[in-house]
């Protein structure tokens, strides 16, 4: 069975970090009724949703997948680049440590959630403004306990690794302005149609991909190899330089 974590929209989402994008106004009731929407999408696919309380004092709280990376045989509560997201992962970890031991990757070393990619047995992570080289080493020596490799990533110009690439089963969906494409030459590799350059973030389910509404191009793609997507719109989420897939982190509720 798979669970979904998630937590509502803070108050303060307007006060949000933005990095590659110029700050826009958020409408936060819209994004709770875009949130609500999300999180149906979720359910009516058969995920169990866990919906944690929002935290109105951080403004990024929402955004979920960041400060925690869950294996199969473990959580690694991480050190976000970003200082004022730190106070995020204590709060996660208590409701993930429900479902998994907790390993620890702290200070100086950072590493964000979006950072990280996992396609099998390897971990994917982006050398981002958010993740150090000794986030990276970090990660590397508690996975590589649990037979996990990880691989460092090229980036630029972009957030997060999965601001620009998405595993679709044999398949990756990527941005190769922003990643660098030789990293994953082992696979397959399928190109973010033009105009679109954030559309790899998608969140890619059991026989089904969510994605935003705004990607009307890349949803085409998708679903002309065979596909099955289901768009929302995420649009107050993208203004705090989000995607579908920082809303949640989906994982087995039975560890290995």
Known sequence: MLIAITRDVSASLGDCEVTFIERRPIDVDRARVQHAAYVAALEAIGLVVVRLPALDALPD??????PVHVLDEVAIALS???SSRRAEVE?????????RPIERIGPPATIDGGD????????YVGRSMRTNDAGILAL????????????????KDCLHLKSGCTSIGGQLLINPEWIDADAFREHDTLSVPEGEPSAADILVLPGTIIMPASFQRTAALLRSEGHHVITIDVSEFQNAEAGVTCLSVVFDDLPS
């Open 80 to 82: 976000p680049g970003a």
């Open 116 to 123: 990280i990619l996992r396609i099998g047995r390897r971990l």
């Open 61 to 66: 709280a929402v955004f979920v997948e960041d």
């Open 140 to 155: 590397g020596s508690i996975a590589g306990r649990y037979g996990y490799e990880v691989r460092a990533v090229p980036m």
């Open 91 to 99: 709060p996660l970890i208590d409701a993930i440590s429900a479902y």
